[in-house]
């Protein structure tokens, strides 16, 4: 796993924005899709009260991932 980790290494900030960008890109596709769905009650991931808090947590997230890294995007030395 560590090898895997700094195989990464240059891109786990951005790996970590897309990952926790997905769930929120999964609830507007819902919502859009919907019209065209015959199943009007389409899970939701993160529940729309969640909302404010799921955002905190991505902020601080990154801004905790900008602190650790130490090298230029896709750069790995």
Request: no cysteine; hydrophobic share 60%.
């Amino acid at each position: 796993m560590t090898k895997f980790i700094n195989w990464l290494r240059g891109w786990r900030t951005i790996v970590v924005a897309v990952l926790l960008s997905l769930a929120p890109i999964w609830d507007v596709v819902i919502q859009i899709v919907e019209a065209l769905a015959t199943d009007p009650d389409l899970p939701k991931l993160i529940p729309p009260a969640w909302m404010p808090a799921y955002s905190l947590v991505v902020a601080v997230v990154m801004i905790w991932m900008r602190v650790i890294t130490t090298t230029g995007i896709g750069s790995r030395k």
